[in-house]
T-cell receptor, first 112, second 116 residues
Framework: KNQVEQSPQSLIILEGKNCTLQCNYTVSPFSNLRWYKQDTGRGPVSLTI???SENTKSNGRYTATLDADTKQSSLHITASQLSDSASYIC???????????WGAGTKLIIKP | GAGVSQTPSNKVTEKGKYVELRCDPI?????LYWYRQSLGQGPEFLIY????????DSGLPNDRFFAVRPEGSVSTLKIQRTERGDSAVYLC??????????????FGSGTRLTVV
């Protein structure tokens, strides 16, 4: 069964610190992996999209990595800011029908 | 418009009533998607439109749910005989072409539906 699992479920860090969020998936055949940021009460906003051949992709202070062999991805946030407080959702697209399989998200709280 | 607009932002309805949720996508986006998100969960796919037609409606949970996009722009998600289990945030997204869009979808802020 195609699944996406994220860890941790929630995370609290101090402003200015770095953190890494994890995503494991069992989707096959794989098309691409996306990370979304969802602020409370808002729709998800795309941060990065990576295909099979891409190992890393950055978007400002956000850096996503992908290991297609182990079916793992991570999202690293550098020098966190209060505005980074949100849910971060990992989404994998299946090449067979391009449906998106969504993880449950990691709720990140940045404290001053 | 500049973004995806969803109305209403909040809707409270009584069990058994009919509701309509509206989505106004980004102008020119041919693909439109409806998702449902329960608290603490990722969005759950409902239906995907390519132009005026439903290219994939495999996520609609049952025949109480129906969606239309008659002119290929605005879409309406219709729920008949609402049940308390339908309470969720209903998200709409659009993209320029379709499923294979490499730059992701643009989501609206959602409609929070509460069935009492």
């Amino acid at each position: 069964k195609n699944q996406v699992e994220q860890s941790p479920q929630s995370l609290i860090i101090l402003e200015g610190k770095n953190c890494t969020l994890q995503c494991n998936y069992t989707v096959s055949p794989f098309s691409n992996l996306r990370w979304y940021k969802q602020d409370t009460g808002r729709g998800p906003v795309s941060l990065t999209i990576m295909t099979f051949s891409e190992n890393t992709k950055s978007n400002g202070r956000y850096t996503a990595t992908l290991d297609a062999d182990t079916k793992q991805s991570s999202l690293h946030i550098t020098a966190s800011q209060l505005s980074d407080s949100a849910s971060y959702i990992c989404v994998v697209s299946a090449a067979s029908n391009y449906q998106l399989i969504w993880g449950a998200g990691t709720k990140l709280i940045i404290k001053p | 418009g500049a973004g995806v607009s969803q109305t209403p932002s909040n809707k409270v309805t009584e069990k058994g009533k009919y509701v309509e949720l509206r989505c106004d996508p980004i102008s020119g986006h041919t693909a439109l998607y409806w998702y449902r998100q329960s608290l603490g969960q990722g969005p759950e796919f409902l239906i995907y439109f390519q132009g005026t037609g439903a290219a994939d409606d495999s996520g609609l949970p049952n025949d109480r749910f129906f969606a239309v996009r008659p002119e290929g722009s605005v879409s309406t998600l219709k729920i008949q005989r609402t049940e308390r289990g339908d309470s969720a945030v209903y998200l709409c997204a659009s993209s320029p072409q379709g499923y294979t869009d490499s730059y992701g979808y643009t989501f609206g802020s959602g409609t929070r539906l509460t069935v009492v």
